[in-house]
Every structure is written in structure tokens, then in C-alpha cells.
């Protein structure tokens, strides 16, 4: 029987199928996170649309004095979200855990009606509760995505890739958006930006339901969540966060105004954002590769030493390249750092309540990030003392993060105990195991393999089996519908003994 061979119509069709879904995945990924990436990009390109919208009727339309009375008050109402995030929407959005897709879903309409109502009152006081409103949702919206993420990704080593994917979308959706609603402004005005920015919102809000989660959730209490989300090395980790973003407020808003003073034209306003742009794109790009050869920590130090090199030239005189490329690294500098911290806070508690968490560091960089706005706008500078600032910006936030960073790694040059903060960890194990406190005790033999492993360094293949074994006991541990029994604490305590090259073997009697 002779077979018919394939016509070249059908194995086009089968070239294009893979080339489709290597696509798709590249930018959406696979499996049940692509109606959240799909919505999350919606939302990117909506942000874009507002901004401009805002930029065109709050900063360009009027003059440069007024514009700045407006962008402080501006700064001023973006405080205000900060007073409910991390008491309010974390432990809300902590609470509703079974059912984020819902809770996405608000806060994307919530979003979307905030734009429509803010179309008759660009330029009256009416706006500035509007724009709060869209602000807290906004904010809220990003902790929602955490927890998806948290819950949508199976394996703890995609978390970085997962969150990169999806702020890559976002960068992309963001920038066309950015293109349309430019050009869509200088046609019809403001009113028609923030239109298309409330549907865009209303179908990532339609989207995002489709989002399926597991329906088994661990619930952790709130000792535990503490515990697995204020190590050493994460709250060191958001100390050069807080240095980048007060550095990123200050660049944006001085780099607005100066252009404005030196009556440049728009486009070299927008080729900076769109340098900035890039750069933030290049970050979510190479942060995968990147983090094969750096630790996190090394990451978020590089974010503050490559920006900070140009501003300090910029001292001696800027010119419009070198603010291009300023711009292009402050970027860089904003997404690698982001993307290295949510890796430790993720990685370091891949099962903990990130509600919570999220909120209260996304609170300390919000505040960083307002700080630096203000700082630039009351005022008239001159390019070279801005760059100054920047300068003193960057290089104290450098020394004390490295400083910070010797502190929290003291123990891996020390000749007597390079794991003295592992051990001493492991200590307070044995005390809560023989407070009759198994889980807390299990949490803490965790955490010290995971501070061992931080300062250390990999361990052995042969250390695999304890590392598995402590990951199923905490798992355990924080969730209380599963019991914990002495063995279990004794176990964590041996396992963890024996990571730490099996000096401190734990012998609990």
C-alpha cells in the first residue's frame, strides 16, 4: 500500500505549529499560568495607557511651576496607599487565598472603573481620590499576582523564570501600549487614553477568571510566615532595594523637569523613556542567565554599581547620550533588582503567605520611590547636581549593603565556625523541640540549612536525600491541618546536623 506524501501546505502547517508554541511560550509559558500571563500583560498595556494619559493633561499641558505643584501632590496622594497595603490588603488577600482569581479579577475592575470615572476630572481635586483608588488597586493587584504565581508554578526553581516571563510581557505590552496611546493622544486628547485603558483592565479582569488554582492551599500562621520571610539575607536584600528605588524616583522625576527647564524637545523625552524601557526589558532578559554565574546578592549589587558609574562621570557634565544611557541602566538596574529579591523572598519561603510579606516590602520601596520623587520636584537643578544626588544615592546605598551583606555572611570567613549562623539557628531548633514547639522546631532546622546553604555554598550530591527530607517536614510544619509528631522535630534536627558536614549531629534525648 503506498502512502500519499505530504503536501507542502500541511508540513508548513506542522513548521508553524512548533514555531507557535515555542512562542507562546516564551512569552506566555505553559500550562495553567497563561490566563494569568495574559491578563497580567493586558494590565501592562493599560497602565501604559493611563500614564500617558496622565503625563499629556498633568505635566506637559500646563506650565512647568504648575506642573510641579501638581506632581507633589501627585507624590503626596501615592503615600496614601501605603496606610492600607500592609495592614489592610496583605492580611485581605492572605484571607481570600482560595479564591485570588476573584480577588484579581476586583481589583482589575476596580481599575477599570477608576479610569472611566477619571475621564470628567482630570484637572479637578475629584481626581486625586480617583487616582488613589487606582493606586491601592494597583498595588493590590501585584500582591494578587504573587500569590497566583506562588500557587500556579509546581517547581520552586521556575519562580524566577515565571516572574521574569511575566514582567517581560508586561514590558512588552506596556511599550506598544505606550506607541498607541501616544499617538492617540495627540488626536483625541486624554479622555480617550483612559477609555481604552478601562476596557483593557475590564478583559484582563474577564481573563484572570479563568485562572484555575489547586484546591488544596497550605495556610501558614503568622509566626511561621515571620519566620521563612525575615532572614538575614532578604531583609539585607531589601536594603539595596530600597537604595535602587529611591534612586529610580528621583531619576524619573529630575530627568522630567530638567528637559522641560532646557525646552527639549518631546522626542528626546521619549527616547529616554524609551532607553529606560529598554533597559528595564534587558533586566527581565538576562536575569535568568545571569543568575547561573551571581548569587541574588551579588545581583542587586551589580543593579547599584552599574548605574551609579555613569552618574558619577555625569558629575563632571552630561550630555544627552549619556543621559540616554543613564536612563537605559537605571532601568536595568530597577527589573534586575526586583527580580533578584522576589527570587530570595520566593526561594528562601517558596510555602509561605506572601500576602503579608509582599505588602510590607512593596511598602518600604513604595515609600523609597516617593521619597526620591520629592526630593527632585520642588526644586530647579542643574543636570550635573542632579546627577550628584543620584551619585550619593547609589554609592552610600553600595556601601551599606556590602556592608551589610559582610555582616550577614561573617561567618564564612571566620577561621573557627564558618557556619556559626547556621549552628546557632540550629540551636534554636532544639530549644523549641524541647519546648514541646515541633513546628516551630521544624522551621528553624530548615532555616538554618537554607543560611548554611547561603553562605556556604551548594551542598553535597550526597546531602540531597536531607535536603528533600527537611522541604516535606516544613511543608508539614505550616500546615496545620497535618499533624507533627516529636519524631518528626528530632528528624528536622538530625537532618540539618548532618548538612552542616556533620559536626553538629543533633542527638535529642
Known amino acids: 500500500m503506498q502512502v500519499a506524501p505530504k503536501s507542502s501546505t500541511t508540513a508548513g502547517q506542522e513548521h508553524r505549529a512548533p514555531l507557535r508554541r515555542r512562542i507562546r511560550h516564551v512569552l506566555l509559558g505553559d500550562g495553567p499560568i497563561i490566563p494569568l500571563a495574559v491578563s497580567h500583560g493586558l494590565s501592562g498595556s493599560a497602565d501604559a495607557f493611563v500614564t500617558v494619559s496622565l503625563a499629556g493633561s498633568l505635566f506637559f499641558n500646563i506650565s512647568p511651576d504648575a506642573s510641579r505643584q501638581q506632581v507633589l501632590l501627585y507624590l503626596l496622594v501615592t503615600m496614601a496607599p501605603l496606610a492600607v497595603l500592609a495592614p489592610l490588603v496583605g492580611p485581605a488577600v492572605d484571607r481570600f487565598r482560595r479564591s485570588q482569581r476573584f480577588v484579581a479579577s476586583i481589583f482589575y475592575l476596580l481599575r477599570a472603573v477608576s479610569c472611566l470615572a477619571m475621564v470628567s476630572f482630570l484637572l479637578d481635586l475629584t481626581f486625586y481620590p480617583l487616582a488613589l483608588i487606582l493606586l491601592i488597586a494597583s498595588k493590590a493587584s501585584g500582591v494578587v499576582k504573587q500569590t497566583l504565581v506562588q500557587q500556579l508554578v509546581d517547581d520552586p526553581d521556575e519562580l524566577v523564570?515565571?516572574?521574569a516571563r511575566l514582567a517581560r510581557?508586561?514590558?512588552?505590552?506596556?511599550?506598544?501600549g505606550a506607541g498607541v496611546a501616544a499617538a492617540l493622544l495627540t488626536v483625541s486628547g486624554p479622555g480617550w487614553t483612559l477609555r481604552i485603558g478601562a476596557v483593557l483592565f475590564?478583559?484582563?479582569?474577564?481573563?484572570v477568571l479563568r485562572v484555575r488554582t489547586p484546591k488544596h492551599v497550605i495556610v501558614a500562621t503568622d509566626d511561621v510566615e515571620y519566620a521563612e520571610t525575615h532572614l538575614p539575607v532578604v531583609f539585607v536584600a531589601s536594603v539595596g532595594m530600597v537604595a535602587i528605588r529611591a534612586a529610580v524616583g528621583f531619576f524619573l522625576f529630575t530627568l522630567a523637569f530638567t528637559l522641560r527647564r532646557d525646552s527639549q524637545p518631546a522626542v528626546i523625552y521619549g527616547l529616554a523613556a524609551a532607553c529606560y524601557g529598554f533597559g528595564a526589558f534587558a533586566g527581565h532578559t538576562v536575569i535568568s542567565l545571569l543568575r547561573r554565574r551571581f548569587s541574588e546578592q551579588q545581583l542587586i549589587g551589580l543593579a547599584i554599581a552599574a548605574p551609579a558609574a555613569f552618574t558619577a562621570v555625569g558629575i563632571l557634565g552630561v550630555s544627552t547620550p549619556l543621559l540616554l544611557v543613564i536612563a537605559a541602566l537605571v532601568g536595568l538596574s530597577t527589573t534586575l533588582g526586583r527580580n533578584a529579591f522576589d527570587s530570595l523572598l520566593q526561594r528562601r519561603a517558596p510555602e509561605a503567605l506572601l500576602g503579608r510579606a509582599g505588602a510590607r516590602y512593596e511598602t518600604r520601596f513604595q515609600?523609597?520611590?516617593?521619597?526620591?520623587?520629592a526630593v527632585a520636584t520642588p526644586i530647579s537643578l542643574a543636570p550635573e547636581v542632579s546627577m550628584m544626588i543620584l551619585t550619593a544615592i547609589y554609592l552610600p546605598g553600595l556601601a551599606v549593603f556590602i556592608r551589610a551583606l559582610r555582616e550577614a555572611g561573617q561567618f564564612e570567613g571566620a577561621s573557627v565556625d564558618a557556619l556559626a549562623g547556621a549552628r546557632q539557628r540550629v540551636l534554636m531548633a532544639r530549644h523549641a523541640w524541647e519546648a514541646e514547639e515541633y513546628r516551630t522546631a521544624i522551621i528553624d532546622a530548615s532555616a538554618a540549612a537554607d543560611l548554611a546553604q547561603t553562605v556556604h555554598g551548594p551542598f553535597l550530591d550526597d546531602d540531597r536525600d536531607r535536603r528533600i527530607l527537611l522541604d516535606e517536614l516544613r511543608r508539614a510544619a505550616?500546615?496545620?491541618?497535618?499533624?507533627?509528631?516529636?519524631?518528626?522535630?528530632?528528624?528536622?534536627?538530625?537532618?540539618a546536623g548532618g548538612l552542616l558536614d556533620g559536626k553538629l549531629q543533633a542527638e535529642p534525648s
Open 169 to 176: 510581557l508586561a514590558s512588552i505590552t506596556a511599550a506598544i
Open 202 to 207: 475590564a478583559l484582563a479582569s474577564f481573563i
Open 161 to 163: 523564570a515565571t516572574n
Open 367 to 373: 515609600l523609597a520611590w516617593v521619597f526620591g520623587g
Open 478 to 495: 505550616i500546615d496545620p491541618k497535618r499533624p507533627v509528631l516529636p519524631g518528626d522535630a528530632i528528624r528536622a534536627l538530625e537532618a
